[in-house]
């Protein structure tokens, strides 16, 4: 019987370096346990441009027939171009074979059950674990079919029913994919859209040559820093490999966070649809909660993670929600997450201000200090946050994702890694020195 690590199944996904931890052959045990646990008929099966993709989706596809599930093979995609075949079309599931923005060793996946719900560690990733490891395996009388389905240009009318097209004016945009699942959409997306368009890293490649294709890590965003300046563009944008997590730069090459541009998303959203609910995420959040109480909206704080925030868009029917790290989900997206949206969105903001994205941005820059995430290795979890709690007793405490402080003057989160012994840490303030200080205030008491 093949041996299954049980460290792959994560909080909300599945993730293993191949081939010693997960390959085509834990893939079809992986498979298996999903028909059992989501009983599907029809399942959605996609995957990202690892090396390591081909032998997997097959693994996955032979498991899927094997138990009398129909497949239908989407190919090479995004992620959520995965939730959207499964939420528009009706099926009754789907799994993408994807690593994220991990390393080029590493692969794994990303299951939903219909509608594009996720399945995370609330919902079924453990029970998933606990089928596979047992050795479960099925064959049912009746093979399951296989159809090829090609959903790109549905997908890209999907995108672009969220912004009018007419009103955008051309700009001139640098794009960063990351040898990702990106490239392709771009290029349909570019054929509705009048834009002068350059694209660096643009083919897939799962050997992802230029190192690990996330853009949140600082170096990965110079050569498209350099070329927004150089060419004179109005602004950049960077997706990660598969696609779900984007970010931009204004015409200075200034990267622009998450934050910010979950604050200016939610902000938008709210002038259409007058007292919705936003879900937002504990590691930054000031400048979001102003947006929304201002708009009149109401901000709704949530765990950390792409399946607990999808659970909850769901749940209070929020009209958008926002994750520092890039994720970003909408109402008219089936609740889910996508990472092409909030780039149409962006061009219908800039086309409509009249301006420069910069000058869209600025209010928030000037407002609003805070940290990048920083993460730091401790040796004991538990006593980290416990010794965090005690120190800071007179703040205000939330429980929600790690620990939150509140003062009036800054604000932090703590919280642990779900698969690393180091906790990640989030500071904001309202100015500059008050953030210097209270970042190394905590850095010096973690590190203790």
């Known amino acids: 019987m093949i041996q299954i690590d049980s460290t792959i199944f994560r909080s909300y996904d599945i993730r293993g370096i191949y081939p010693d931890q997960i390959n085509g052959?834990?893939?079809?045990?992986?498979?298996?346990?999903?028909?059992?646990?989501?009983?599907?008929?029809?399942?959605?099966?996609?995957?990202d441009v690892r090396t390591s993709g081909p032998e997997l989706f097959e693994g996955a596809k032979q498991g899927l027939i094997d138990h009398g599930v129909d497949v239908v093979d989407i190919g090479v995609v995004s992620t959520d171009m995965m939730y959207f075949a499964v939420a528009n079309y009706g099926y009754d599931g789907g799994l993408v074979i994807t690593a994220s923005h991990n390393p080029k060793e590493y692969n794994g996946a990303k299951m939903v059950r219909a509608g594009g719900k996720p399945i995370s560690s609330d919902s079924g990733?453990?029970?998933?674990?606990?089928?596979?490891?047992?050795?479960?395996?099925?064959?049912?009388?009746?093979?399951?079919?296989?159809?090829?389905?090609?959903?790109?240009?549905?997908?890209i009318k999907k995108i672009l029913s969220f912004v009018d097209t007419?009103?955008?004016?051309?700009?001139?945009?640098?794009?960063?994919?990351?040898?990702?699942?990106?490239?392709?959409?771009?290029?349909?997306?570019?054929?509705?859209?009048?834009?002068?368009?350059?694209?660096?890293?643009?083919?897939?490649?799962?050997?992802?040559?230029?190192?690990?294709?996330?853009?949140?890590?600082?170096?990965?965003?110079?050569?498209t820093?350099?070329?927004?300046?150089?060419?004179?563009?109005?602004?950049?944008?960077?997706?990660?490999?598969?696609?779900?997590?984007?970010?931009?730069?204004?015409?200075?090459?200034?990267?622009?966070?998450?934050y910010f541009t979950g604050a200016i998303l939610a902000e938008y959203f709210l002038s259409q649809y007058p007292k919705a609910k936003v879900i937002i995420d504990m590691k930054l959040n000031w400048a979001i909660i102003d947006t929304v109480k201002k708009a009149g909206g109401e901000a709704l704080p949530n765990k950390t993670g792409h399946s607990y925030f999808k659970e909850r868009m769901i749940a209070e029917d929020a009209v958008f929600g926002g994750e520092v790290s890039g994720h970003y989900f909408f109402k008219d997206f089936f609740y889910l997450d996508n990472g092409m949206i909030p780039f149409v969105l962006i061009l219908a903001m800039l086309s409509a201000s009249g301006g420069k994205l910069s000058e869209i941005y600025q209010p928030y820059f000037d407002k609003y200090f805070a940290i990048d995430e920083t993460n730091v290795p401790v040796k004991d979890l538990a006593k980290t946050l416990d010794l965090v709690k005690e120190q800071y007793s007179d703040a205000k405490q939330s429980f929600i994702d790690g620990i939150s402080l509140e003062y009036p003057t800054w604000r932090a989160n703590v919280r642990l890694s779900g698969n690393e012994p180091l906790v990640r840490l989030n500071v904001e303030a309202r100015d500059a020195q008050t953030l210097k200080q209270k970042t190394q205030e905590l850095l010096d008491l973690i590190k203790k």
Request: aromatic residues 10%.
């Open 25 to 47: 052959a834990v893939a079809y045990k992986i498979a298996q346990a999903y028909c059992k646990f989501v009983s599907p008929k029809k399942v959605v099966l996609g995957r």
């Open 225 to 258: 820093i350099e070329l927004v300046k150089k060419s004179g563009a109005d602004l950049g944008v960077m997706w990660d490999s598969d696609a779900d997590r984007v970010f931009f730069l204004d015409e200075q090459g200034r990267f622009l966070s998450g």
């Open 125 to 155: 990733v453990f029970d998933i674990r606990d089928i596979a490891i047992s050795g479960y395996e099925y064959r049912a009388p009746v093979a399951g079919q296989v159809e090829i389905l090609d959903i790109r240009q549905e997908y």
């Open 166 to 223: 007419s009103k955008i004016k051309k700009f001139k945009v640098v794009a960063n994919t990351n040898f990702g699942t990106s490239g392709p959409m771009l290029r349909l997306l570019a054929e509705s859209l009048p834009m002068d368009l350059t694209v660096v890293n643009e083919e897939p490649n799962g050997e992802f040559p230029k190192g690990r294709p996330d853009p949140l890590i600082p170096s990965n965003r110079d050569e």
